[in-house]
């Protein structure tokens, strides 16, 4: 991959992982705050509802924010953009649309389909 193609790809690495940390520290500061009193427990339970579900999405970041670095440290190493299972390159379509990628299409539908037969 050229080097154009690199810088755009670590450019959008970073805007997504900064975009990440902060709706994090938005999330922290949100549910740190002072809490306000619910005398109903209707009002409590929706309010526990949508902590869960904003816990359950921020986890879900966690894990891409780990992808991201990892995918940071592979532009540094000179791997990113190259499959890990059979070394060829990662269309450049694929990345756009998944950036933290680490297989071809190939590759992953290879995985995905044995997957579906080992029924996981």
Known sequence: MNPDRIEF????L???LAELLGEADKT????????????????????????NFTLRIRD??????TKIREAME??????YGYCE??????NEKRLIARPVTTMCIACKSRQEELERMRGH
Request: with cysteine; net charge negative.
């Open 9 to 12: 790809f670590r450019q959008l």
């Open 14 to 16: 970073h805007e997504r």
């Open 28 to 51: 922290r500061e949100d549910m740190t705050g002072a809490a306000s009193p619910f005398p109903d427990p209707t009002d409590r339970a929706a309010l526990e509802t949508d902590r």
């Open 60 to 65: 879900r970041e966690r894990k891409l924010i």
């Open 74 to 79: 592979r532009i540094e190493a000179g791997t």
């Open 85 to 90: 299972i059979c070394g060829g390159e990662i």
